[in-house]
């Protein structure tokens, strides 16, 4: 009788600490961490917006590298949005995913300075990029 007993006990435990599953939940846009990645996302486009309209220098690659940093970074936080969105970060790798997700932050935002540093030498030959550059 107790066997029995002891069986049930432990299997109620085992549906009781389930491990996370892949699923498409919003919730998390609502979080402040979602909203940040949707202004983030906001701020991307923008970036490749203003960047792609703006008026070329001749022989230089101020205009390209911006642009790269912006549809990387667009890459980058899509690809992290996904991530959460799906769940898959809860499901693969819980306890590091914080950090993962702050190193790619400080990545894009240090790229975004070298790149407005790059945009800013720019200026001083044309005073369209010195906007950018701030």
């Given at each position: 009788m107790t066997i029995i007993l002891r069986l049930k006990v432990i299997s109620t435990m085992d549906n009781?600490?389930?491990?996370?599953?892949?699923?498409?939940?919003?919730?998390?846009?609502?979080?402040?961490?979602?909203?940040?990645?949707?202004?983030?996302?906001?701020?991307?486009?923008?970036?490749?917006?203003?960047?792609?309209?703006?008026?070329s220098l001749t022989f230089t690659g101020h205009k390209g590298f911006f642009l790269f940093v912006a549809v990387l970074a667009i890459v980058i936080?899509?690809?992290?949005?996904?991530?959460?969105?799906?769940n898959l970060?809860?499901?693969c790798i819980p306890e590091r995913w914080p950090l993962i997700e702050m190193f790619c932050c400080c990545i894009i935002a240090l790229l975004y300075c070298i790149a407005s540093i790059v945009v800013a030498t720019a200026a001083k030959t044309n005073g369209v990029y010195g906007a950018a550059a701030v």
């Open positions: 009781d600490t389930r491990s996370p599953r892949l699923t498409c939940s919003l919730k998390y846009l609502r979080t402040i961490p979602g909203i940040l990645k949707i202004v983030q996302f906001v701020c991307d486009v923008i970036c490749i917006i203003l960047g792609g309209v703006a008026p936080t899509t690809f992290l949005i996904l991530l959460a969105v799906i970060q809860a499901v």
